[in-house]
């Protein structure tokens, strides 16, 4: 089941999230996060109007998906960065394509035009499921961040919806 996120929420989504910070680098945070400071996180995108998924299995938080904004700039306002993480024992079960899928119907819904999507790499699985949902590689910025004591990639994928007007 895919769902608006509540603030009920927060403890799950820091706790796989946190895991993400302690053990890859599909994050460059170092340090975990309180549900507490993931409620202040949770806050700036609501109040952006932008979305914030979870999807749960038998009632317990497996993912969680959200958009923010791209920049803070006027003229960037139809575009969003998207976020997707999946708690490490559910992953390969499509719990992180339903939640982008639904992710990206209510972006369209809301008139958002281009969705970004930024991927540390190597990371062949968030590189497919972007593909697969449609996204293209616009841009490879080499060894931008260092974590666990190694140079790191960053590659962004792009996709334009049918919500703008």
Same mark, same amino acid.
């Given at each position: 089941?895919?769902?608006?996120?509540?603030?009920?929420?927060?403890?799950?989504?820091?706790?796989?999230?946190?895991?993400?910070?302690?053990?890859?680098?599909?994050?460059?945070?170092?340090?975990?996060?309180?549900? #507490?400071?993931?409620?202040?996180?949770?806050?700036?995108?609501? !109040?952006?109007?932008?979305?914030?998924?979870? &999807?749960?299995? *038998? =009632?317990?938080?497996?993912?969680?998906?959200?958009?923010?904004?791209? #920049?803070?700039?006027?003229?960037?306002?139809?575009?969003?960065? !998207?976020?997707?993480?999946?708690?490490?024992? &559910?992953?390969? *079960? =499509?719990?992180?394509?339903?939640?982008?899928?639904?992710?990206?119907?209510?972006?369209?819904?809301?008139?958002?035009?281009?969705?970004?999507?930024?991927?540390?790499?190597?990371?062949? &699985?968030?590189?497919?499921?972007?593909?697969?949902?449609?996204?293209?590689?616009?841009?490879?910025?080499?060894?931008?961040?260092?974590?666990?004591?190694?140079?790191?990639?960053?590659?962004?994928?792009?996709? &334009?919806?049918?919500?703008?007007?």
């Amino acid at each position: 089941m895919i769902r608006p996120a509540a603030h009920s929420d927060l403890e799950e989504i820091a706790r796989i999230y946190n895991h993400y910070i302690i053990n890859d680098i599909a994050t460059f945070e170092e340090k975990p996060v309180s549900a #507490s400071e993931m409620a202040v996180r949770f806050e700036v995108i609501r !109040s952006a109007g932008l979305p914030w998924r979870v &999807a749960e299995k *038998q =009632g317990k938080v497996v993912g969680y998906a959200y958009a923010g904004k791209w #920049s803070g700039r006027c003229s960037y306002r139809f575009s969003v960065e !998207s976020t997707v993480y999946v708690d490490p024992a &559910a992953i390969g *079960q =499509g719990f992180g394509r339903a939640l982008y899928e639904v992710l990206l119907d209510t972006l369209r819904d809301r008139s958002v035009h281009v969705v970004i999507g930024g991927i540390s790499l190597p990371n062949a &699985a968030s590189v497919a499921l972007h593909e697969r949902l449609g996204f293209q590689k616009v841009a490879h910025f080499r060894e931008v961040g260092f974590k666990f004591n190694r140079w790191i990639d960053v590659g962004y994928w792009q996709a &334009a919806l049918d919500g703008y007007h």
